[in-house]
């Protein structure tokens, strides 16, 4: 729903003009069925399988259960080599971790709704957040429940999460984790009631209060850590750098900031905003949002525009541009990776569309697109800092991408998702 939904929305006129409120509105009302959002979390060797519900002989059994949230694990469970897809509608949302070898649905977790879903590796956790509103007349609360997929998924606590944004969220759009997988980082939301111009509707665009939460996993009892982003910030994309650092970048204006693990900024840059995409109809016309930041190989910090333009800035102050897609093409919502070597995984589509024509190999080290590799329509690109890459075609089948050759290889025959998956992360 949200990939859909937010290429759905610019389209509609998501600009950097267009308030988070109105921009949530426009969610709501192009939002449709079910979404999955299938993760590997293997610790071994690449795998992907079907987000349906396989027909197996793993019994489900009753593990365990809480408030708002419940799990059930079959006898084969074994977090070596998981799958897992999530589902979402209105009121609920429900993990469903299949055994990427056996074919097999092992485990189930039942959930709130508004989730995002986060594996630590390093730890051998699922994070599951999700709004949980226990009677109609209460106030939701935003939490994090963590599981232990070493123990059965066992939770191990809960995390409340204040002011998260009221929709589902996927790395790099909103929620990552520092490269050492201690900090959690995902994005918050709030009207700034101080303005007169923000009550009652807080519809004008410098109303949204946009900030990066910090939380420390590492500690048993964390309060999250805010650090307010720039006004008109928009939605920003999270992507980690050094180890307890992340990159924010803002959608609607052309600013890139690097936070650490104390809320404190570390450096920010500030580009002008660049203008193109004549054919999109926007509040502001020709005004191009970002879509990444990230720190080049050469230290700086610097942003991936959605027409693909690079942008960094010199030591003589300078900015240097660069181009990262093919010519008329545009950065497929949320679907930037770094991957190693110095080099991004870009997926991208064509103004007016939706589907991933193509995904690009830029070198951030010698600023050369080094490879476009066509994807026939495929639903959604992902890469990793460990090097896979995947595409998840039209009729839910996934191509493991060959970085080197341009390559695209089946992963299997069986593997493919339900008709209606929309986001793939490795």
Same mark, same amino acid.
């Given at each position: 729903?949200?990939?859909?939904?937010?290429?759905?929305?610019?389209?509609?006129?998501?600009?950097?003009?267009?308030?988070?409120?109105?921009? !949530?509105? $426009?969610?709501?009302?192009?939002?449709?069925?079910?979404?999955?959002?299938?993760?590997?979390?293997?610790?071994?060797?690449?795998?992907?399988?079907?987000?349906?519900?396989?027909?197996?002989?793993? *019994?489900?059994?009753?593990?365990?259960?809480? *408030?708002?949230?419940?799990?059930?694990?079959?006898?084969?469970?074994?977090?070596?080599?998981?799958?897992?897809?999530?589902?979402?509608?209105?009121?609920? $949302?429900?993990?469903?971790?299949?055994?990427?070898?056996?074919?097999?649905?092992?485990?189930?977790?039942?959930?709130?709704?508004?989730?995002?879903?986060?594996?630590?590796?390093?730890?051998?956790?699922?994070?599951?957040?999700?709004?949980?509103?226990?009677?109609?007349?209460?106030?939701?609360?935003?939490?994090?429940?963590?599981?232990? *997929?070493?123990?059965?998924?066992?939770?191990?606590?809960?995390?409340? !999460?204040?002011?998260?944004?009221?929709?589902?969220?996927?790395?790099?759009?909103?929620?990552?984790?520092?490269?050492?997988?201690?900090?959690?980082?995902?994005?918050?939301?709030?009207?700034?009631?101080?303005?007169?111009?923000?009550?009652? *509707?807080?519809?004008?665009?410098?109303?949204?209060?946009?900030?990066? &939460?910090?939380?420390?996993?590492?500690?048993? &009892?964390?309060?999250?850590?805010?650090?307010?982003?720039?006004?008109?910030?928009?939605?920003?994309?999270?992507?980690?750098?050094?180890?307890?650092?992340?990159?924010?970048?803002?959608?609607?204006?052309?600013?890139?900031?690097?936070?650490?693990?104390?809320?404190?900024?570390?450096?920010?840059?500030?580009?002008?905003?660049?203008?193109?995409?004549?054919?999109?109809?926007?509040?502001?016309?020709?005004?191009?949002?970002?879509?990444?930041?990230?720190?080049?190989?050469?230290?700086?910090?610097?942003?991936?525009?959605?027409?693909?333009?690079?942008?960094?800035?010199?030591?003589?102050?300078?900015?240097?541009?660069?181009?990262?897609?093919?010519?008329?093409?545009?950065?497929?919502?949320?679907?930037?990776?770094?991957?190693?070597?110095?080099?991004?995984?870009?997926?991208?589509?064509?103004?007016?569309?939706?589907?991933?024509?193509?995904?690009?190999?830029?070198?951030?080290?010698?600023?050369?697109?080094?490879?476009?590799?066509?994807?026939?329509?495929?639903?959604?690109?992902?890469?990793?800092?460990?090097?896979?890459?995947?595409?998840?075609?039209?009729?839910?089948?996934?191509?493991?991408?060959?970085?080197?050759?341009?390559?695209?290889?089946?992963?299997?025959?069986?593997?493919?998702?339900?008709?209606?998956?929309?986001?793939?992360?490795?």
């Amino acid at each position: 729903m949200l990939s859909w939904g937010l290429n759905r929305a610019r389209s509609l006129g998501f600009s950097r003009r267009l308030p988070m409120f109105a921009f !949530l509105a $426009s969610l709501c009302m192009v939002a449709s069925a079910a979404v999955v959002v299938a993760v590997r979390m293997d610790h071994t060797e690449s795998s992907e399988q079907t987000g349906q519900m396989a027909s197996s002989d793993a *019994t489900l059994e009753q593990a365990a259960s809480g *408030t708002g949230w419940s799990v059930k694990v079959a006898q084969a469970f074994n977090d070596s080599n998981l799958i897992v897809a999530l589902r979402w509608d209105n009121e609920t $949302s429900k993990v469903e971790l299949l055994d990427g070898v056996r074919g097999q649905v092992t485990a189930q977790i039942s959930a709130a709704h508004y989730p995002f879903i986060v594996r630590r590796n390093s730890a051998r956790e699922l994070l599951i957040a999700d709004r949980y509103q226990q009677n109609p007349g209460q106030e939701p609360v935003h939490r994090l429940l963590v599981f232990d *997929t070493a123990s059965r998924l066992a939770l191990k606590r809960t995390l409340e !999460l204040p002011k998260r944004i009221d929709y589902p969220v996927y790395a790099p759009l909103g929620v990552t984790l520092s490269t050492d997988e201690r900090y959690l980082f995902y994005v918050t939301h709030e009207i700034r009631t101080h303005l007169p111009e923000c009550v009652p *509707t807080g519809y004008a665009s410098q109303c949204d209060l946009m900030s990066v &939460a910090i939380v420390d996993l590492g500690s048993a &009892a964390s309060q999250p850590k805010l650090r307010e982003l720039p006004v008109n910030c928009g939605f920003a994309a999270l992507n980690p750098s050094q180890q307890d650092r992340v990159v924010a970048a803002c959608h609607n204006v052309g600013v890139v900031m690097e936070i650490d693990a104390g809320g404190n900024v570390v450096r920010q840059e500030n580009f002008e905003p660049e203008r193109g995409f004549e054919s999109i109809q926007t509040l502001a016309r020709n005004l191009v949002p970002m879509s990444f930041g990230f720190v080049s190989a050469q230290g700086q910090l610097s942003a991936v525009l959605e027409d693909g333009t690079v942008l960094s800035r010199a030591r003589d102050g300078a900015v240097t541009r660069t181009q990262a897609l093919p010519p008329g093409k545009r950065v497929a919502l949320g679907q930037i990776y770094e991957l190693p070597g110095n080099k991004l995984l870009i997926g991208y589509d064509a103004v007016g569309r939706s589907d991933v024509e193509g995904s690009a190999i830029f070198n951030h080290t010698t600023g050369r697109l080094e490879r476009d590799i066509p994807l026939g329509g495929a639903r959604f690109v992902s890469g990793s800092r460990s090097g896979d890459a995947h595409a998840l075609r039209s009729d839910g089948k996934i191509d493991a991408i060959e970085v080197a050759s341009s390559a695209r290889v089946p992963v299997s025959a069986n593997a493919r998702f339900s008709p209606d998956v929309q986001v793939l992360i490795p």
